[in-house]
Nanobody, 125 residues
Framework: QVQLVESGGGLVQPGGSLTLSCAPS????????IGWFRQAPGKEREGLSC????????AYADFLKGRFTISRDAAKNTVYLLMNNLKPEDTATYYC??????????????????WGQGTQVTVSS
């Protein structure tokens, strides 16, 4: 059974950093493309970043302006999202998702069929 578990969320002050983890079970991170998404109350879900499984290709939403970094630790079978210089507008529930297939670029959102339960990130002083 394919499952994804996010962790690492919490309360952080503006300008601070957090690292989110996405640990899948039932598959290894090199079998699926992994993406990070977030959704704030009253807003639509937005894609943040992804890492393709074929060649490790990574991509980021333009609005992040280099503040977030996605990475994969194959030995720990975990994908991370390092978030720096966090702002109050980053407050949201963050989700990781997996897309089955051999991707050398980030797949479109509709390809992500497996989703975690989400982890809350709150940026506030």
């Amino acid at each position: 059974q394919v499952q994804l578990v996010e962790s690492g969320g919490g309360l952080v002050q503006p300008g601070g950093s957090l690292t989110l983890s996405c640990a899948p079970s039932g598959f290894t991170t090199d079998e699926y493309a992994i993406g990070w998404f977030r959704q704030a109350p009253g807003k639509e879900r937005e894609g943040l970043s992804c890492i393709a499984n074929s060649d490790g290709f990574t991509a980021y939403a333009d609005f992040l302006k280099g503040r977030f970094t996605i990475s994969r630790d194959a030995a720990k079978n975990t994908v991370y999202l390092l978030m720096n210089n966090l702002k109050p507008e980053d407050t949201a529930t963050y989700y990781c998702a997996a897309a089955s297939g051999d991707f050398d670029i980030c797949p479109p959102t509709y390809e992500y069929h497996f989703w975690g339960q989400g982890t809350q990130v709150t940026v506030s002083s």
